[in-house]
C-alpha cells in the first residue's frame, strides 16, 4: 500500500514536471492565416496547369495524368487546335481540365506522369472552401496565372540528407 502510493506520486509528480517545463517554454503555434506558414520545396499542394514563355498552353490534352491518377480525380477532354484558335503547340488543347480536390491524395502521379510537364503541384495547402462543389476545380482556376495563396513561404535551407546509399546531390 504504502509502495503504491509512493509509485503514485512519483508518477504524478514527474508528469507535472513536464507540464511545468513546457509551461514556460514558447509556444509553437503557427497564427495561420495572420503569420506565413514555409513549407519545404519538395511539398506537394496546390495543381497548376503551366504555361510556355511564349504563353500557351503546356497541356496538351493527353489524358495521361488522368490515366496515372490512383483517385480518378481528372477529368480531361481534348480538342483540336486550329490556325485561328490556338491554345497550344501541338495539335490538340486540353477544352476541359478539371481536378476533383476532395479526391485528390497529392501523390503527385499526375505530375510525373505528364510529358510536356503541364501540371505541377505548387506549395499551396490552404484549399478550404465553403461549398463541396467548389473544390471542383476547373481549367480557367487552374491555369496560370493562379489565385496562388500569400501565406505560403518556400524554405530555401539545406534540408538533403546526405546517406551514401542514396548516392550523390
Ligand atoms: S496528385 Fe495524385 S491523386 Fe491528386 S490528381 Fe494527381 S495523381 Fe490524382
Ligand atoms: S496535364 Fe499533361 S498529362 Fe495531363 S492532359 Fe495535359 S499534357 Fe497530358
Redesign the pocket.
Known amino acids: 500500500m504504502i509502495k503504491e502510493v509512493v509509485t503514485s506520486s512519483t508518477e504524478i509528480a514527474r508528469a507535472m514536471g513536464v507540464t511545468i517545463k513546457y509551461f514556460f517554454t514558447k509556444p509553437v503555434t503557427h497564427q495561420f492565416p495572420d503569420e506565413p506558414v514555409e513549407v519545404y520545396p519538395r511539398f506537394r499542394g496546390r ?1 497548376v496547369l503551366k504555361r510556355h514563355e511564349n504563353g500557351l498552353e503546356r497541356c496538351i490534352g493527353c489524358a495521361l ?1 488522368a490515366a ?4 480518378d ?2 477529368y480531361v477532354e481534348a480538342a483540336e487546335n486550329t490556325d485561328d484558335e490556338r491554345y497550344s503547340p501541338g495539335e490538340r488543347y486540353a477544352k476541359v481540365y478539371t ?1 476533383n480536390m476532395l479526391r ?7 505530375a510525373e506522369a505528364c510529358p510536356t510537364e503541364a501540371v505541377v ?1 505548387e506549395h499551396d495547402f490552404a484549399l478550404a472552401e465553403y461549398d463541396r462543389w467548389d473544390a471542383i476545380y476547373p481549367k480557367e482556376r487552374l491555369l496560370e496565372p493562379h489565385d496562388a495563396s500569400k501565406v505560403v513561404v518556400v524554405r530555401d535551407d539545406e534540408v538533403f540528407v546526405n546517406v551514401s546509399r542514396w548516392g550523390k546531390k
Do not use: N, S, V
Open positions: 495543381h495524368c496515372a491518377c490512383p483517385t480525380c481528372i481536378i485528390c491524395i497529392f501523390c503527385g502521379y499526375c503541384l
